[in-house]
């Protein structure tokens, strides 16, 4: 089964750094771009950024340029959303998602989800 | 920058036909996405490319695009069908989303 599994919840300080991880599995891991995508308490999604674990390749939306560092570790099918300095405003809950094939420019929709990550960072 | 335009709510009998509306500039030569999310769960892909369905859901959902609107239509609306739903498309590097529609059966 192809899955996307996520790590647990986080509970930080501001200030704090952090990184979470979404691990695939049932699938070439290597083949399919990941993304991550942030909805803060009762509201939409928004989408952070691409990682592709074949190349490392990385593209981020202008929102979330500078504020995260998307990575991954193809060795273990897994690929990482870190902050190095949390805010409180970061509090929401992230998704990990696989782009369903590998051109990037919108012809494939993200066709399965991790979990979710909660994430609390309280000021 | 590319915006997406979602009803905050929309509301349909048990057993009648929802539309759920997602407007931007041309639109139609787009290619839109649709992901449905219950409460406390992660999104689900219902309709990709504007139309196509992926295996295991429904025939009831169906979507189109044409001009300035893309919309995803639920015949035969069931309880189980409440939830929010986001159109999804890809726009100059981005992909961004519409704002989301909660859809509430009466």
């Known amino acids: 089964e192809e899955q996307l599994v996520q790590s647990g919840a986080e509970v930080r300080k501001s200030g704090e750094s952090l990184k979470i991880a979404c691990k695939g599995s049932?699938?070439?891991?290597?083949?399919?771009?990941i993304a991550w995508v942030r909805q803060m308490p009762g509201k939409g999604l928004e989408w952070m950024g691409l990682?592709?674990?074949?190349?490392?390749?990385?593209r981020y939306s202008p929102s979330f340029q500078d504020q995260v560092t998307i990575s991954v570790d193809k060795s273990i099918s897994t690929a990482f959303l870190q902050w190095s300095s949390l805010k409180a405003s970061d509090t929401a809950m992230y998704y990990c998602?696989?782009?369903?094939?590998?051109?990037?420019?919108?012809?494939?929709?993200?066709?399965?989800w991790g979990q979710g990550t909660p994430v609390t960072a309280s000021s | 920058s590319y915006e997406l335009t979602q009803p905050l709510s929309v509301s349909v009998a048990l057993g009648q036909t929802a539309r759920i509306t997602c407007g931007g500039p041309?639109?139609?030569?787009?290619?839109v996405h649709w992901y449905q999310q219950k409460p406390g769960q992660a999104p689900v892909l219902v309709i990709y490319?504007?139309?196509d369905r992926p295996s295991g859901i429904p025939e009831r959902f169906s979507g189109s695009n044409s001009g300035n609107t893309a919309t995803l239509t639920i015949s035969r609306v069931q309880v189980g069908d409440e939830a929010d739903y986001y159109c999804?498309?890809?726009?100059?590097?981005?992909?961004?989303f519409g704002g989301g529609t909660n859809l509430t059966v009466l």
């Open positions: 049932g699938y070439t891991f290597s083949s399919y771009w």
């Open positions: 999804q498309v890809w726009d100059s590097r981005l992909w961004l």
């Open positions: 490319r504007d139309s």
């Open positions: 041309k639109i139609g030569s787009k290619n």
């Open positions: 998602a696989r782009l369903a094939g590998y051109d990037a420019t919108g012809y494939f929709p993200f066709d399965f």
């Open positions: 990682v592709y674990p074949g190349d490392s390749e990385i």
